[in-house]
Nanobody, 114 residues
Framework: VQLQASGGGLVQAGGSLRLSCVAS????????KGWYRQAPGKEREFVAA????????HLADSIKGRFTISRDIAKNTLYLEMNVLKPDDAGVYYC????????WGQGTLVTVSS
């Protein structure tokens, strides 16, 4: 099983990025899924989660109004639309189930310049 996040990059503060996550080897379509991030020197933290049918979402207070989580069940793909990015949003972003399993795939690095 692999959880592959992609879409990270370098962006100026106020900019936008769209992250994607594809699960291969096993599908997680019936699981609530989430995004997490880890900044240098800090613990990994929860960012956003979405129900298995996409009907409900849960967002960390720090990103409310700026980030949107969504999923394409047919493509087994999870997305995180990030707008009005701040330097504090920088870090490695990971996807996983919610609550998270031990399957932390390769994350994608987001760098926000001020």
């Amino acid at each position: 099983v692999q959880l592959q996040a992609s879409g990270g990059g370098l962006v100026q503060a106020g900019g936008s990025l769209r992250l994607s996550c594809v699960a291969s080897g096993r599908t997680f379509e019936n699981y609530t899924k989430g995004w997490y991030r880890q900044a240098p020197g800090k613990e990994r933290e929860f960012v956003a989660a979405i129900g298995w049918r996409g009907q409900s979402t849960h967002l960390a207070d720090s990103i409310k109004g700026r980030f949107t989580i969504s999923r394409d069940i047919a493509k087994n793909t999870l997305y995180l639309e990030m707008n009005v990015l701040k330097p504090d949003d920088a870090g490695v972003y990971y996807c996983n189930t919610f609550p998270p399993s031990d399957l932390w795939g390769q994350g994608t690095l987001v760098t926000v310049s001020s």
